[in-house]
Antibody
């Protein structure tokens, strides 16, 4: 059974750093892209970026380029989303997703349970 | 930047047919996908590659494509179908993923 299990909720202050995780199981972790999707409170879904754990190829949405860092440790089948300096506007639910990707196919067939990040002074 | 446009809301009575549209210039070149999200839950894909239905998704969910518009159709809507529905696709090069703004389906 494919599973993506994310780390728990976080409460942080503005300016602090944060790294959240997503552990994949039940499939070959290095054979699928892993992505991150943001959902701000009461708002829609936003694609942030993806990483291919097989070779660490990483792509970012222009909206999130330079704002976050996506990484992966294939030895433990885990992907990460990292901030160096959080802002209140980073308050959101963050989902990791398994990304089925070819030149014409791009979708998310499995979703993690989400990690709620709250940034408040 | 590339955008997908959905109506903010659709309302239907139980047993009726709900149709949710999504429009975007690159849809003739890229497949579309539909996700259902209920409150407090992660989204679930209900249609992939325009019209394919994943295993476990009821047959009342179907998808179609015509030019720059794709449509999610829910036949015989049930109360449990009340949710937010998002379309998703990619830009014409397949590089950047994009979501529509979401459509709130209300079952009256």
């Amino acid at each position: 059974e494919v599973q993506l299990v994310q780390s728990g909720a976080e409460v942080k202050k503005p300016g602090e750093s944060l790294k959240i995780s997503c552990k994949g199981s039940g499939y070959s972790f290095t054979s699928y892209w892993i992505g991150w999707v943001r959902q701000m409170p009461g708002k829609g879904l936003e694609w942030m970026g993806i990483i291919y754990p097989g070779d660490s190829d990483t792509r970012y949405s222009p909206s999130f380029q330079g704002q976050v860092t996506i990484s992966a440790d294939r030895s433990i089948s885990t992907a990460y989303l990292q901030w160096s300096s959080l802002k209140a506007s980073d308050t959101a639910m963050y989902y990791c997703v398994r990304h089925v990707k070819t030149t014409v196919v791009n979708y998310f067939d499995y979703w993690g349970q989400g990690t709620l990040v709250t940034v408040s002074s | 930047s590339y955008e997908l446009t959905q109506p903010p809301s659709v309302s239907v009575s139980p047993g009726q047919t709900a149709r949710i549209t999504c429009s975007g210039d690159a849809l003739p070149k890229q497949y579309a996908y539909w996700y259902q999200q209920k409150p407090g839950q992660a989204p679930v894909v209900v249609i992939y590659k325009d019209s394919e239905r994943p295993s476990g998704i009821p047959e009342r969910f179907s998808g179609s494509s015509s030019g720059t518009t794709v449509t999610l159709t829910i036949s015989g809507v049930q109360a449990e179908d009340e949710a937010e529905y998002y379309c998703q696709s990619a830009d014409s090069s397949g590089t950047y993923v994009v979501f529509g703004g979401g459509t709130k389906l209300t079952v009256l």
